[in-house]
């Protein structure tokens, strides 16, 4: 960049500008800065005086809320009221002290002192008479607890209430005053750029002045004057004194005028040598330009008539070859409108079924303009074909047809008659040309010869078209023929699988009694197949000499077939090898045949064993429960009947009141296992899985039954055996159990209970020395309602439901139920569960989230920063897990607090604040609940609420890990410093620094000489 001289117009102008402008923006900034420091100080003493008033509001409500308590105390007389008001009362005198001392360290606190020692007087009075009251309503004086409100209690609250308020009423006029300030400032402060606008206006004005006077003044004169060169004229102006920029462009100016004069005067002598040749040159072009015009046009013509014997022999190219008519139409149709230079085309012939003309195919026009058929023929369409003659008409166009640009004002309509080889009419051709001009009998004569070739090509195309419609329609009739054998094949197979699918067993047979059909059902039922090709009468006679008893099967089923009966329905059943029982029911129905008119007759055998089964078990149910219901009624009635009409002895009411609970719970505990195996066995019920201590479940339910019946309960228990469990269940697991080992071995002593650990398992074994279990009862022990059936255990009571709730529980659990059994010597059932396994916690991120998703995608957001973790779904499992970690300290954890189990996060978070170790460990509180009263977020404890994003997690979570941790100080509220030091080496911690501080002493101490 070239310096610009120092007495150049821009050094001046900028000069100018740049001192107004600071002088300007100095005294803007020193205006805007006094105003802004004096209402930052208003407004921090406004803040301060707010937050004093808010305390004093918060403790005059706090004052009122000790009140209530002790009124709440005093009228119903509750602990709970009376240790609120005790909490309360202490909390308020904490916050009187520390309210009262920080109006004291203020600089205009010398105003409230009244105030504030009328309140702590009051406070103190008001705290005596509570406790004289308190121990008035302990003793039930009434009387002088309203003696005392009256003369002492309510005049010490009044007297606080009134101080509060004035201290209130104090601190709102000064927080008024303190905002009229602020306000008046402010309003200065809004002037300051209406001042600041009036100066730079004045600067401007000063700057245009001189600008006008020196600088666009002469730019105006430089202008006209160039102006006036170009327009011809030449000019002079007169030159100033000035040595700057305008000084040089008057000058140059001048001197471009003189120039361009030169320069005008040399071009006219020029140009008049130029007009000369120039005349010669033109005289010689329009010759050779008549010469090309005429060569243009007979190339033209030439032109003209090659493309129209190209597009005549393309069209006769496509009028053969083609299979199908919509490809003939397609291509010949339009290079026929190629070759004629029309627009759009209309083939019409007459339908020989409905006496009507059918548009055979339309090109040109838009879906849905032409119709598909027309009734009758008018005017040209109809002289067209009784004349056989082609016919033109003129016509104005509407206007949807005038064209894009509406160009088009005309159409000619061509009306050519399709004829056949006996000059027959076969059809119509319509062609239009749109913007036509008449044509010449030579364009005549030749689109009446291609279409005549179009005719013939159509004649022969529909005689193709009718030969193919013929074959296509043979096609089909085969291919129906052959989907309908192939339709009949699989209806036979259909019907022969669904014949085998069902679980009744079929026999067809011809009126004869001939056995022509059976499914394999009846095999699997009978051993049919020796059957085959018999007669079924024969297979009726072997049916009935496994039947106990005289039946007539045989009879019935010839009575069917001679005609007798119409139908056949009866139940029978047989006696196996085995000794057990099959029951059948048997349906013969006729079928008559359409074709001879002679029935054949369909055996059907249906098994009936299992309905037999499940009526036996529903009456045996139905027994055993009208019999445990019925007892325990029959016994409470009895004895409440008693009650109700005798007088009987006090002792005797208590026996009898006794015994009824006992029936009662009998019978509530009956209810229960049907209501529990019925929510078992429709999905209904939940288990709440957390780490459970087999150990203490076992020990605690065996210690229950200790003594019990005269059973005396042997324990041989590992400790500390943990299982994945519902702890509620597998309680009642043992219960039952153990409630049927005492009760099958009424002349045992004791039974067994054993816990041990085998590899990946703990293993349950309860066992008992009594009836044991016979052989043909093992395989339905665990079904629901059964009970073993013989006459040493008709007087045990229960329902069969035990042992089948235990079953549906343990499999709940995936584990496994098992018993070994001697039939009299005794029982032992087996529970077999995996045992829990601890998860890990040392330098991983903990998730402890029920939810299986939220967990899932909040471990895969981790793992993608390389962040190792272990999802943990209750409370139970995480504090186990914590307990067992003896490594590193786990890198964070996010706690839910709602989970699964009893315990919550908060549990979790309890145990983690109180390990010795790892109770520094950072914790992100994720819930849908609202943060408690008085949760506080610290730098190692962060609360998200759900729903929250991943990065949002994210952040706070790198936040808390990447935290440096700082050195540890700590604080003693003790001022002799020779003993803090003294105490803390007694405990091997050595002194590094002492810092004193008004009320305390900072220590900070190092345990070891090389920590330094």
């Known amino acids: 960049m070239i310096p610009l001289p120092s007495k150049s117009v821009a050094s001046k102008v900028s000069l100018l500008i740049v001192l107004v402008m600071t002088l300007f923006a100095a005294v803007v900034l020193s205006a805007g800065l006094l105003m802004n420091n004096h209402i930052t100080g208003t407004r921090e003493k406004l803040e301060l005086e707010l937050q004093d008033q808010a305390l004093v509001e918060k403790l005059h409500s706090e004052s009122q809320a000790v009140v209530s308590d002790l009124r709440a105390y005093l009228a119903f007389g509750r602990e709970q009221f009376l240790n609120e008001f005790l909490h ?158 305008l000084g040089r462009l008057e000058r140059g100016i001048n001197i471009m005028s003189r120039e361009l004069k030169q320069r005008h005067d040399a071009l006219q002598e020029s140009n008049k040598e130029l007009i000369d040749q120039r005349d010669l040159l033109e005289a010689q072009n329009e010759e050779i330009s008549a010469q090309q015009i005429e060569q243009q046009e007979m190339l033209f013509k030439l032109t003209d008539r090659e493309r129209e014997l190209e597009l005549i022999s393309s069209y006769q190219e496509k009028l053969a070859g083609h299979v199908e008519m919509r490809a003939f139409l397609d291509h010949s149709v339009t290079a026929l409108l190629q070759a004629l230079h029309q627009d759009s085309a209309v083939l019409i012939a007459p339908n020989p079924e409905t006496s009507e003309y059918d548009v055979i195919y339309a090109y ?110 043979l096609e089909e009739l085969n291919e129906e023929l052959s989907q309908e054998r192939d339709g009949l094949q699989q209806q036979r197979d259909l019907v022969r699988r669904i014949v085998e699918s069902i679980h009744e067993g079929m026999v067809m047979c011809d009126r004869n009694g001939r056995i022509v059909f059976s499914n394999e059902r009846m095999n699997e039922m009978f051993g049919f197949d020796r059957f085959a090709g018999s007669s079924v009468l024969d297979f009726c006679r072997y049916l009935e000499a496994g039947m106990p008893g005289k039946t007539r099967l045989c009879d019935f089923t010839e009575a069917v077939m001679n005609g007798s009966m119409d139908e056949l329905q009866e139940r029978f059943t047989i006696s196996r090898e085995d000794g057990r029982e099959r029951h059948y029911e048997l349906y013969v129905n006729a079928i008559p045949d359409p074709v001879e008119h002679t029935p054949s007759y369909l055996f059907v055998f249906r098994d009936r064993t299992s309905e037999e089964m499940a009526d036996e078990m529903k009456n045996e149910f139905i027994s055993i429960v009208s019999h445990e219901l019925r007892t325990p009624l029959a016994t409470v009635l009895g004895f409440m009947e008693i ?286 609940l609202e943060p408690p009263k008085h949760f506080l977020e610290t730098e190692t404890g962060k609360f998200l609420r759900k729903p929250f994003t991943i990065d949002r997690l994210l952040e706070l979570a790198s936040g808390l890990m990447e935290r440096t941790p700082h050195q540890a100080s700590v604080v003693f509220p003790v001022q002799d410093e020779a003993a803090v030091a003294a105490a803390l080496e007694q405990k091997g911690l050595r002194v590094a620094d002492l810092k004193i501080n008004r009320d305390t002493i900072e220590v900070e101490v190092k345990k070891h000489d090389r920590d330094e």
């Open 88 to 245: 309360r009362q202490q909390t308020f005198g904490e916050m009187l002290d520390q309210v009262s001392g920080r109006f004291q360290s203020r600089d205009y606190g010398e105003k409230y002192t009244d105030s504030w020692d009328a309140i702590r007087e009051a406070w103190s009075n008001y705290r005596n008479s509570s406790a004289i009251v308190i121990e008035l309503k302990k003793n039930g004086d009434m009387e002088k607890i309203e003696q005392m409100s009256s003369t002492t209690t309510t005049g010490s609250v009044t007297e606080m209430s009134r101080n509060f308020n004035t201290i209130l009423a104090a601190q709102t006029e000064s927080v008024e005053r303190w905002l009229d300030d602020n306000r008046r400032r402010t309003d200065l402060l809004i002037l300051l750029p209406l001042f600041a606008v009036a100066g730079a206006a004045a600067a401007g004005l000063l700057l245009v002045i001189y600008l006008r006077s020196s600088v666009i003044s002469p730019i105006i004169r430089a202008d006209r004057a160039v102006n006036q060169i170009a327009g011809g004229e030449y000019v002079e102006l007169a030159v100033s004194s000035r040595h700057d920029e």
């Open 364 to 473: 040109g026009y838009p879906e849905g303009a032409v119709p598909a058929s027309f009734k009758e023929l008018f005017g040209p369409s109809r002289r067209t074909l009784a004349e056989k003659q082609p016919l033109y008409r003129n016509r104005p166009l509407d206007s949807d047809e005038r064209g894009i640009h509406g160009g088009y004002a005309y159409a000619r309509d061509q009306y050519y008659p399709l004829l056949d080889e006996q000059s027959s009419p076969i059809g119509l051709l319509l062609l239009t040309a749109y913007g036509a001009n008449e044509e010449n009998d030579t364009q005549h004569r030749l689109a009446y010869g291609l279409v005549r070739q179009f005719a013939l090509a159509f004649t022969a195309q529909m005689t193709n078209e009718e030969r193919r419609k013929q074959a296509y329609l």
């Open 643 to 928: 009650l109700l009409h005798r007088d009987i002895a006090k002792e005797k009411q208590k026996k009898y009141m006794e015994t009824i609970y006992k029936e009662a719970n009998r019978l509530s505990n009956l209810i229960n296992d049907f209501l529990d195996l019925q929510r078992m066995e429709s999905g209904k019920q939940t288990y709440q899985m957390v780490p459970a201590n087999l150990s203490a479940i076992v020990r605690d339910v065996a210690e229950q039954w200790q003594g019990k019946h005269n059973h005396r309960a042997e324990l041989h228990i590992e400790p500390d055996v943990f299982v994945t469990a519902d702890i509620d269940r597998m309680t009642q697991v043992m219960h039952n159990l153990i409630s049927n080992a005492v009760k099958y071995s009424p002349d045992a002593d004791k039974i067994v209970v054993k816990l041990r650990k085998d590899e990946e398992h703990a293993v349950v074994e309860v066992r008992d020395f009594g009836l044991g279990i016979p052989e043909d009862a093992k395989e339905k022990l665990f079904s629901k309602f059964y009970r073993v059936d013989n006459s040493d255990r008709r007087q045990i009571g229960g329902t069969g439901l035990g042992l089948a709730i235990v079953k549906e529980i343990v499999d709940s659990h995936n584990g496994t139920l098992s018993f070994d059994s001697e039939l009299g010597q005794g029982s032992t059932f087996r529970v077999r569960l995996r045992t829990y396994s601890v998860s890990g916690l040392g330098g991983k991120v903990v998730i402890i989230e029920d939810d299986e998703n939220l967990s899932k995608l909040i471990a895969v957001a981790f793992e993608k920063l390389q962040s190792p973790t272990v999802r943990i779904r209750s409370a139970e499992d995480a504090i186990l897990s914590l307990r067992d970690t003896s490594d590193r300290a786990p890198l964070l954890c996010i706690v839910d607090i709602q989970l699964e189990g009893a315990k919550s996060g908060w549990d979790f978070i309890t145990e983690l604040l109180q390990h010795p170790v790892y109770s520094g460990t950072p914790v992100i509180v994720s819930t849908v």
